[in-house]
């Protein structure tokens, strides 16, 4: 019987349970496969750290947030233990014949690099930023967008209570997806995202002209957007563990100028990981186990170097290398078409 390891690395993701479910139960029922899990990413894979992934072992897993495995944003060429030697010493004495990533653009890069130094690997894509090119959807993207409609429902309560803006700040990094989806399934009266800088005084003459319809602006705000005069994305949270800037707070800085120059009492809200929390709806629950059992073909088939990937409604699989370098942004024509209903 074939043994293959799954680890999943980067932020958790509402779904990921379900892939993992439908991999162990593709793998059982299907191919003569059985599974191990590494525990917390790659750290697990150079540390050798498993935990048996038998059937009964993800009974009943779909429905639940988080994953079950752990997570980190830990490398395997991490010094001084990692590196694909020591990987390959545990992969033989734990007789793991392949892995399965589960992650985003950077777990794909590793796993990349890893398949290039001698590695049997595959991949399984997830984010709730639903911002990579290779896959037309990411699970965890339903979940988010679910929770922060949601939360703009909410918001919008009070502000219109108290004739207030609110502004709701959403995660999504360098691509506006989830502000894109949750603004429009909310009525927002403006949207801004990353792809698409907009003036202060043009995000502040929408909110007039919703006032001037005796009504309560509601903005929703991408973490990744940027005013005309900035370099970057807002961060002043440090770096995280691969040394990136942490984004947010972006609404914070917009909500006391909007206060000041239109007049309008002005709060924000930044919805922050409550977005990444909870169960996953029944799409991403979906999306998962087909993800799940399309990748333990991929392994039935040695198909080493795979991602899995949705294309319309089908499952496909794509090279790890289209999967990386290519961040899918919100297409332009997408945003002006919801721009126009803004104010
Ligand atoms: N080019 C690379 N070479 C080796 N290791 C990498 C590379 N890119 C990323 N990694 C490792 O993979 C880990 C996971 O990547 P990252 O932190 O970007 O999360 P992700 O999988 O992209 O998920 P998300 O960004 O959605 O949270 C990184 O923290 C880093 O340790
Ligand atoms: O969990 P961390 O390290 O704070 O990362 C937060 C980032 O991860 C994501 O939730 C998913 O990539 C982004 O939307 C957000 O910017
Ligand atoms: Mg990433």
Redesign the pocket.
Known sequence: MARYGILT???D?PGLNAVIRGAVLQGNMVHDQEFVGFRD??KGLVYGDIKLLTRSAVRGISSRGGTILGT???????EPDGGPDAIKNVLEELEVDGVVAI????????A??LLGDGIPMVGVP????NDLEATDYTFGFSTAVEIATESADRLRTTGDSHMRCMVLELMG?HAGWIAMYAGIASGAHAILIPEAPESLDQICQWVESVKDRRRAPLIVVAEGFTLPDMTDAFSDRGL???N?PRLGGIGEILAPLIEERTGITTRATVLGHIQRGGVPTGFDRVLGTRFGQAISDVLADGDWGKMVALRGTAIERVPFADA?GHTKNVPLDFYRGARALFG
């Open positions: 690395s980067g932020g993701c990413g790659y980190s944003r830990f490398g395997p060429y991490s992650g985003g653009d950077g777990t794909m890069a590793a990349n690099r997830k984010t709730i930023d990094r995280d563990e691969f990136r990386v």
